[in-house]
Structures are given as structure tokens and as C-alpha cells.
């Protein structure tokens, strides 16, 4: 398995940003925007929908590595054949909403039927923030052995702040960082921090361990590209102050 090079870097230097559309966002003109936002903005790679179409309309706009997500293996090799970079089982934020829960066993079963249909395709989990932050390590560990080379965390949408301004984005974040913490010290793959994020606590991310964020409703919510472009931006520059900071 080797990973995009582009990629490898950017965990390698704990800086890695990934854009993330939408799970369930197959409309194109809206994802073409957020892609192109999310290039100008300098993010390392962007998170689309798998569908192939999708992936070849994108592939012709962008140079950054394209990651794929859903909750299908099959979705994936389809997806993969249209250029898709690397793969991604979760963003499971959008089902959550509708009741759909995602335990450990389910998670695990997914990540060996994905391995065994695409054997050589760099492969992102997400542990769902659902489970206990002791069962969400044990899982990332199985995940790691099943052939995960990245971990995602999660964990936004189960929280609802309490306060306004920056007290408020720290207290959404506190889930994702939690898991990242924890399971960045237990596996040696790459951790993305997801979910909940913002230019405010994409920093505290790579301080609990993570080599990566993934911002998705941050952005995406946004209503014109220059927004958006300024957005990604603004998480670039944090990512960058921090390492200054760290030296």
C-alpha cells in the first residue's frame, strides 16, 4: 500500500487538512465549490461522497488527493476506479441523525470486507463517538490489524455548547479531542481529528496527537466560495502558527 505522497507529508508534519463535503452531498455544482475552496485555501486533500461520476467531475478541477467515504464497501471500488486517491469508512455524522447507530463489530466487519475487495487502497476508519472512550481505542487498535492505515475521530454532533464564542467551540470539539488523545497514544497510524472543529481548536487536535484535522460543516455550511476560501484559510494559518508556536 503506498499513499499519495502529498499526504504522507502532511501527516509526516502533523498538518494535514482534509475538506469534507458531505457523506450524502451528491450535488455537484455544491461540491465543486467546496473543493475549489478547499484548494485556493491550501487544504492537503478533500472528502467527497463515492460516487463515481462525482469523483471524475472533481478529478478534473483539483490536483489534491480525493478521499472517498461511505458506509458501503462495494460503493468504494467503483469509486476507486474513477480516481479516487483513498477511501474512507465513516463520516458517520449524517446517520446519527436519523437514528442509525454504528457499534464496534459493525465498524470492524466493514473495514475486512472493504480490505478484502480493495486490498492496496489507502484506507481511513472513523471510530464512532458513540461507544466509550476505552472501546473506541480497542477498536482503533482492532481497526490498525483489519488494515486501516488512518483513524479518524469523531464526535461534534452529540454535543451542544452550553456558551457563545470560542468557549462554545472548544466545548464541541472536547468530544473528537478526547478520542484523539487516547487513541493517537494506542496505534501508529496517522489520526484525523473530525468533526466539531474550527480554526480555534484545529491546534488543540494536533497537541492531543492527531497528524491531521477534517473539517466538514465549518466550511461547507458556507454560503459563497470566497467565504469558504477564507475559511480553509484560516485553519491553514492555525496549523501553521501552532507548529511556529511548538519550535
Keep these: 500500500m503506498t499513499m499519495h505522497p502529498h499526504l504522507r507529508k502532511a501527516f509526516e508534519q502533523n498538518n494535514a487538512l482534509k475538506v469534507i463535503s458531505g457523506l ?35 478529478r478534473q478541477l483539483i490536483n489534491l488527493p480525493i478521499c472517498v467515504s461511505a458506509v458501503e464497501p462495494k460503493l468504494f471500488v467503483s469509486a476507486v476506479e474513477a480516481g479516487a486517491d483513498l477511501i474512507e469508512i465513516g463520516n458517520f455524522d449524517s446517520f446519527y ?90 496505534v501508529d497510524v496517522p489520526v484525523l481529528c473530525a468533526s466539531g472543529l474550527s480554526s480555534v481548536t484545529a491546534p488543540l487536535a494536533i497537541a492531543a496527537g492527531a497528524s491531521g484535522v477534517g473539517i466538514g460543516s465549518a466550511i461547507n455550511q458556507l454560503d459563497n466560495e470566497i467565504a469558504m476560501v477564507a475559511a480553509v484559510r484560516s485553519i491553514v494559518e492555525a496549523l501553521a502558527h501552532h507548529h511556529q508556536v511548538r519550535v
Design 97 to 186: 441523525a436519523q437514528g442509525r447507530r454504528f457499534e464496534a463489530p459493525e465498524v470492524l466487519d466493514l473495514t475486512y470486507k472493504t480490505r478484502a475487495l480493495l486490498p492496496d487502497v489507502t484506507l481511513s476508519v472513523t471510530v464512532p463517538h458513540i461507544l466509550a472512550l476505552d472501546e473506541q481505542v480497542q477498536l482503533a487498535e482492532e481497526l490498525v490489524k483489519a488494515g486501516a492505515n488512518i483513524i479518524q475521530t469523531e464526535g461534534g454532533t452529540s454535543i451542544h455548547p452550553t456558551h457563545p464564542g470560542v468557549q462554545g467551540l472548544i466545548e464541541k470539539a472536547a468530544p473528537t479531542l478526547a478520542a484523539t488523545h487516547a487513541i493517537s497514544r494506542a
Design 24 to 58: 450524502n452531498n451528491f450535488d455537484g455544482a455544491r461540491v465543486a465549490t467546496i473543493v475549489k475552496a478547499a484548494a485556493a485555501g491550501g487544504a492537503t486533500f478533500v472528502d467527497i461522497a463515492a460516487e463515481p461520476s462525482l469523483v471524475e467531475s472533481i
